[in-house]
């Protein structure tokens, strides 16, 4: 995830609640609260299913990870 900054575009914290079609490589599987998540430098992505698919949303951090 980017955004412009003057001119060039820096590497940023995706939003919360962004929709991705597919983790980064490199992201590994962590369980918490008996779901399993997808984890990349800290961004925390949870799947969801999307249009017949599985999707993953970005969310915080769940409690107990």
């Given at each position: 995830w980017y955004v412009e900054d003057s001119n060039e575009y820096v590497a940023t914290q995706p939003p919360i609640?962004?929709?991705v079609y597919a983790?980064?490589?490199g992201s590994v599987e962590s369980a918490a609260?008996?779901?399993t998540y997808s984890v990349y430098k800290?961004?925390?992505f949870k799947p969801v299913m999307?249009?017949?698919g599985t999707?993953?949303?970005v969310v915080n951090k769940p409690?107990?990870?």
């Open positions: 609640g962004m929709i983790t980064p490589d609260n008996g779901r800290g961004v925390w999307s249009g017949g999707s993953y949303e409690d107990g990870a």
